[in-house]
């Protein structure tokens, strides 16, 4: 079985369809003909020629040019977005962001700014179907922690907002593997429940 298959007759469409592909890191088969496809869970292709297949299709044309919302997108569309997105958010200086689609890990970054942290958040959240977006922010820096949440009201209104107990999420004492300080402990802050807040709360 052929997890995701890349099908397209069209020269610009097919790179730009691989290039995407590995940039997200996702491994994929190429398919020269639609009747090549029946091992295939799900076919990426362009909108022309969508409609020549069957199943789970999806066309270049409805997906990202991010990396991490583009793999998101195959994701979903893979399980039929029944799994939770969740959002890990180190505040600082320079805020960390990681991003799962359940245990996958769609990105991880780094933001200048709460207006730059906010347009990345939204891309994923009105870009990846989902059961639910959970976003985790640690408590570590209070005054940016409360900055971010507020903010969160606006750009991700639908999604479930908690802070976190930073303590232990530093790389200082947890060392994940090839990610920055502030990466790492976004990722560790991501599967650490908190406590839910509202704007009452802040």
Do not use: H, W
Request: proline fraction near 3%; aromatic fraction near 6%.
């Amino acid at each position: 079985m052929n997890r995701i298959c890349v099908v397209t007759s069209k020269a610009k469409a097919y790179y730009s369809i691989v290039s995407r592909m590995r940039k997200a890191g996702l491994p994929f088969t190429s398919m020269e003909k639609a009747d090549d496809c029946k091992d295939c869970e799900l076919i990426v292709t362009s909108a022309a020629e969508a409609k020549k297949f069957r199943g789970r299709v999806l066309s270049l044309e409805d997906l990202s040019e991010s990396p991490g919302v583009f793999k998101g997108q195959l994701l979903s569309k893979l399980d039929g977005g029944r799994d939770v997105v969740l959002i890990g958010i180190d505040p600082g200086t320079r805020t960390g962001l990681a991003v799962f689609y359940g245990e996958t890990n769609l990105e991880y970054s780094t933001s200048d700014s709460v207006s730059q942290l906010n347009l990345r958040v939204g891309n994923f959240v009105r870009g990846v179907p989902a059961k639910r977006f959970v976003i985790r922010v640690g408590n570590g820096s209070p005054s940016a922690a409360i900055k971010i949440v507020e903010s969160l009201k606006s750009a991700a209104p639908d999604a479930s907002i908690e802070m976190v107990n930073e303590s232990g999420t530093s790389v200082r004492r947890v060392r994940v593997r090839g990610l920055q300080g502030d990466q790492g402990a976004a990722a560790k802050i991501a599967f650490r429940k908190g406590e839910v807040v509202g704007l009452k709360d802040i």
